[in-house]
Structure formats: structure tokens, C-alpha cells
């Protein structure tokens, strides 16, 4: 092959990961064989000849049940008898042209220690439909497959993990190709199983701000903010998708295949936003199912799980060299004698759903839609003054030195009013169906929930009600505490962490609790305020006194006095 290619197989190992790529694999070894160290390849629990193929073409073949993706690969590098110093890592569905095999070959050829980059990236062509796809925002297609051992290993992720190298990287010139022969029936299934994965990540974790710089300079960053935080809330998002890759990225040079790509990459966005939508719907919950296209790849013993899970990286599952494949579990027996509930629906109760939007609502929703992930959203923290701004614009009352931080949600900014000075937290949510009223230097704390909205459950049409709530000045709304439809929170009243809020709550009191009740009364020392005055003679009047001249809340742990008819105790910690 070249004169130097025994030296060349002292100094490269390859990894491959397997489960069910019996007409693949062939193709993936002929393109490594001869001129690397030695093959491993890491199989999940394969059941057609993937295991005896690569046995036959001269690979060691390690079991592993599988972990993940990720997981996979990094239990790989810990735990494989390396001998080389390079490790070269390929998918089943991939090849080395002869290209890039000698570039490669250059650069493990030298002493390790001459060689400055710890890494290196292969640009990968993909090959769909009988043709290689060099548009559509798939090429080129950098990944790190290239690495000396000991400086990469694998970020955490779900899935679409990337390398994480300890050191300088490089890019390679040569292509290496990407062509599943499995078929377009697996290729589907296996972007049904990338979307659940997908839709876990985005709810579970999203992607945080990278930063203006990591926004314009690590394109994976700014892809991965862009599917977290902007495409969720894009309407018809899966349609942006496709013009995006389609015409902005050129896919129409791609020919036919290049139009039938950017349709199934639409549909596979659409899938992501339905799954989201169902997650959060189940607050996170799987739906019941009994497997089938989205079954991950290899054992069942595997079960994905959530980010905080997988913070631990040792494995407890076992593994041992050319050993047997782990038998399936056996499904449990279904006990006839459990009978489900069922609601029966008649005909009266199945009913058309009105929307309460007019034609206009929708066109202006839409558009804050847009604004607010992208405008909004992606503004610096301390931009209050900006987004003071676009909520004005968008019709929001809105006074002086108020402060909202970027990441509050606030569904309808036409049917809020922010007194001065009023603080609105991180995450908050202000779902803001009907009118909210926030006072003057009230504070909303973050992941706090301010909800007008709700149903009116007795009537079968479901119809949408939009009780306001009213929150008077100087009142403190503490971190993750909800506050339903319709409530009036009196001046100074501080709801403490996740207490939940149905009725009306007096000035001056700290309330916990769920529902949250009144348990201390607030003594802030001077002449109270001409509103807290008038409120407690009349909580329904209207409220216009002077604002006060604090710009932040009391502490609610000094001066407390009690309420009625109790018994005096120490001051209460919110």
C-alpha cells in the first residue's frame, strides 16, 4: 500500500460501535483493514452476523450492553486494551477513502510527541439516496474522530455527543463517507429514536446563553442554543427548517435527493416539537408504550436517563470480552383481572372548541412569538431599558426602572402593566391571558408563576376565562410560588417560596403554604402608606397613592407583629 505502512499499524487502533450493521460493517472494516494496529469493535447486543463478520474480517469484538451514545464510546476509551497512541473512531455506516487514509497515515507515522494537535477533525460526506449531499447545511460536516488516547473523550449528551479534546485540534483535507444501507424504513426509525432523545434534551435541558462571542464563534453552540431556545417557539417551525435548508443552504443543488432530505429533515423537526409538546404536557413523563421504533439500540437493560443521572460516569453494568448476548427481560404477565377506568363521552359533552382570539390576537401573538426568543430573550441581562422597550411595544404598560430579566415568560405583554420599579426574576412565568397588574417596586421572584388563565370546566365547550390578578405595591411574590386567576395580593405581602395562591391575601402579611395562608403580619415601622391605608378600609378600591420611596422590599424577617387572636412568635423566614 505505501512503504511505510508497518509502522503505521503500531500507531493507530480504530473503534467501532455495532448493533444490528450486518450490511454495513463490510464496508466500514475493508476501509481500516491493513493499515491500522487493530479493530475493535464494541457491539450493544447485535442479533444478525454483525459480531461473526467482524470476527471474520479479523476485528476483536468486545459486548457491552448499551448506556447511550455517549456513554458507549467513553466506556470504550476507559476500559479497551489500547496499543497505539492514536485512536481513530468510525461509525458502522462509514468508510476511509484511500484519501484520507493516507493523510491519516501521515500524520501517526510521526513521533507522537512532534505531532501538536491532540486531535483531529474528519469532514464527513453524507450519501443519501445514491448521492453525496455537499448542501442542505450538511456539509461540510466536522467531527473528531482522530485523537491521541488520553486527550478526548465525550460530552454527556443524549445524543449528537461531540468530543471534548484536552488541547489544540486539527482539520483534515479528505473526505470520509456516510452511507447507511439499511434502508430508508431504519433511517426513519432511527430519527424517530434521535427525536425523542432531542425533545428530552430541549426539555430537560436547555441549552443555555453561550455568550455573544460563543454565539458567532463555536457553531455548535449557537446550533444547539438555536434548536433549544429559538425553534420551540417559532411558529410552524419545522417549515422554517426547510427553507432554511432548502434555499438559504443550497439544498436545491442537490437534486432530488437534496428535496427529499430537506422534507424528511422538516418532518423529523416537526416530530422533535410534537414530543416536547407532549413532555411537557406530561410534565416530563414518558408515554405509555410497549417499544417498537424508538426502542434505543441494543439491550433493554438500558434505560435513557435524565441529565441529573447522568452526571455519574461509572458504569454498573457488566461486560466481559466475547461474551454472551444479554438475554432480553421477560415481559410481565398481564393480570386480567385489573380493570382501567373509562370516561364515556356523550354527545353533548364533545363539543367544538372555540378560540377566544380574534384574527388580530393571532397576528400579534405570532409575532411576539418570534420577538421574544430572539429580541428579547437573546438581549444582555442588564438590558432592562431595552426590553422595557419592546414590551411598550407591544402594547405593555409599563413604568420607570423597571427591571425584567431576559429569560421571563410572559405570554401576552398587552395585558400587563409593570408599576415603577417592579422586578420581574429569571424564569418567571407571567401567563398573562387576562389582565396582570403589577404595583410599584413589587418583586417577582424567579420561576415564579402568575397564571390568568383558566377553564371553565363545567360548561362542555371548555370555554377559555381570564380572571385578573392584581398584585398592589410593594409586595414580594418569592421564588416558584404561584398565584392563580383572579387573586389580589394587598400592598407589602410577601408569598413565600412555592406557596400557592387561590384567594385574596390582606396588606402586610407573610403567607405560605399551599393554599397560602396568612401566618404573620408585617409591622414595617413609620406611617403607612395613604394606599396601604385605603386598601385596608377598601381592598377593591382602585390603587393610586404615591409610590414609596424603598426601590426594594423590606426584610420580611424584621419587625413582625401578629395577627389577631395569635399568639406572638419569633420572626418568620420566607
Known sequence: MYENSKVARLMVDVLIQTHNEEPNLPHALKSVTGWVNRVFVLDSGSTDR??????????????????????????????????????????????????????????????????????????????????????????????????????????????????????????????????????????????NRYSSLEAREIYEAPEPWPGLKGFFTDRIKRRRYGKSRILPYLPVSWVWRFLYMYFIRLGFLDGLPGWHLCNFIASYELSIQLKVRELRRLHGRHASTSGGLSEPEGSPIYSESRPSDRLTSSSTVQTKMHGAVPARPETPATDSSVSIPTRKLDSEQVQHFTSPWTFQDNLWRAAWMITRPVLFGMSFHNWYGWRAMILRAFGAKVGRHVRVRPSAKIEIPWNLELGDGAVIGDDAIIYSLGK??????????QYAHLCAGTHDF?????????????????????????????????????????????????????????????????????????????????????????????????????????????????PARV
Open 50 to 191: 454483525t459480531c461473526e463478520i467482524a470476527r471474520q474480517m479479523g476485528a476483536t469484538v468486545v459486548h457491552h450492553a448499551w448506556e447511550g451514545y455517549a456513554r458507549q464510546k467513553n466506556w470504550a476509551l476507559d476500559n479497551l486494551p489500547w496499543e497505539a497512541g492514536w485512536i481513530l473512531i468510525i461509525d458502522a455506516d462509514e468508510s476511509i477513502t484511500p484519501e484520507l487514509e493516507r493523510e491519516i497515515s501521515e500524520i501517526v507515522t510521526r513521533p507522537i510527541e512532534s505531532v501538536e494537535q491532540n486531535a483531529f477533525y474528519l469532514n464527513r460526506l453524507l450519501i443519501f439516496m445514491g448521492r453525496g449531499i455537499r448542501h442542505c447545511g450538511y456539509f461540510p460536516s466536522w467531527n473528531c474522530r482522530l485523537i491521541k488516547r488520553g486527550f478526548a473523550r465525550y460530552e454527556d449528551r443524549l445524543v449528537h455527543e461531540h468530543m471534548i479534546v484536552d488541547g489544540p485540534s486539527g482539520y483534515l483535507k479528505h473526505l470520509m463517507l456516510h452511507e447507511d444501507r439499511r434502508g430508508m424504513e431504519h433511517f426513519a426509525a432511527k430519527h
Open 436 to 445: 396582570i397588574t403589577i404595583g410599584r417596586n413589587v418583586v417577582v421572584s
Open 458 to 570: 363545567h360548561d362542555p365547550s371548555f370555554p377559555l376565562l381570564k380572571p385578573p390578578i392584581t398584585i398592589h405595591d410593594g409586595a414580594w411574590i418569592a421564588a416558584d410560588a404561584f398565584v392563580g386567576p383572579g387573586v389580589v395580593i394587598g400592598p407589602g405581602t410577601v408569598v413565600g417560596a412555592r406557596s400557592s395562591v387561590f384567594k385574596d391575601l390582606p396588606a402586610n402579611v407573610i403567607a405560605v403554604g399551599n393554599p397560602a395562608k396568612p401566618i404573620k403580619a408585617l409591622d414595617r415601622g413609620g406611617p403607612r402608606t395613604t394606599e396601604e391605608i385605603e386598601y385596608a378600609s377598601n381592598p377593591t378600591a382602585p390603587r393610586d397613592a404615591p409610590a414609596s420611596n424603598n426601590d426594594e422590599p423590606d426584610d420580611t424577617t424584621g419587625n413582625v407583629s401578629t395577627l389577631p387572636n395569635e399568639t406572638p412568635t419569633a
